[in-house]
């Protein structure tokens, strides 16, 4: 079992669509939670920062950790056509383990 | 805005020719410093640990004498590919993190897209 499942996508939702993007791991060790948003030929930018499990909202976006299930969500509200990217999650104790990326294409 | 800046974007060169890149904090001073790796539709893949003023930390199946790495400030970092050939084509990304904040969460340059010929 990978550390850091994350489905790939694409995902195409259209545009004022509420979107839900999600990972899985397998290490409880887990205590940081990012995810962060890539546009094409550019570096990730950090978009949500969370500690331990709980949920953090930042503007359209709200970032969700449930430990238990180790599972992680990112929801952006009011989607927009600039929001279009690859989003990818990634978790550390120490090291940081990144998400292989889910395309998300919103649709005008 | 930018916090850590990368350069050059784009390098195409000749097989044999070595490239360096640059990746440079732009508001903190960044003891530690991360060199990555990304292939198309593939997730980041750590490469190397760059520590100011020490030697950097390589992951496993990363070759040292390849890619050297070089932390002399700290604001800055360099990733030289020696002697690049057409497999070491890729996205290079660097990353940094701010004093303080151990190794998240990280904050990365625009990265670096090396073609070798």
């Known amino acids: 079992q990978k550390e850091v499942e994350q489905d790939p996508g694409p995902l195409s939702v259209p545009e004022g669509a509420i979107v839900s993007l999600n990972c899985t791991y397998s290490?409880?060790?887990?205590?940081?939670f990012m995810w962060y948003r890539q546009y094409s030929r550019k570096g990730p930018e950090l978009l949500m920062y969370?500690?331990?499990?709980g949920n953090k909202e930042d503007g359209r976006f709200t970032a969700q950790v449930d430990k238990s299930s180790k599972y992680i969500s990112l929801f952006i509200r009011d989607s927009q056509p600039s929001d279009s990217a690859t989003y990818l999650c990634a978790m550390s104790n120490d090291k940081i383990i990144f998400g292989k990326g889910t395309r998300l294409h919103i649709l005008p | 805005g930018a916090v850590v800046s990368q350069h050059p974007s784009r390098v195409i060169c000749k097989s044999g020719t070595s490239v360096k890149i640059e990746c440079r904090s732009l508001d903190f001073q960044a003891t530690t410093m991360f060199w990555y790796r990304q292939f198309p539709k593939k997730s980041l893949m750590l490469m190397a640990t760059?520590?100011?003023?020490?030697?950097?930390?390589?992951e496993q199946g990363v070759e040292k004498d390849k890619f050297l790495i070089n932390h002399a400030s700290l604001t800055l970092s360099t990733l030289t590919v020696t002697s690049a050939h057409p497999e070491d084509s890729s996205f290079y990304i660097c990353?940094?993190?701010?004093?303080?904040?151990?190794?998240?969460?990280?904050?990365f340059g625009d990265g670096t897209r090396l073609s070798i010929l």
């Open positions: 990353s940094a993190t701010r004093p303080g904040q151990g190794n998240q969460p990280q904050h």
């Open positions: 969370t500690y331990s499990s």
């Open positions: 290490n409880s060790a887990f205590q940081y």
């Open positions: 760059s520590n100011e003023g020490s030697k950097a930390t390589y």
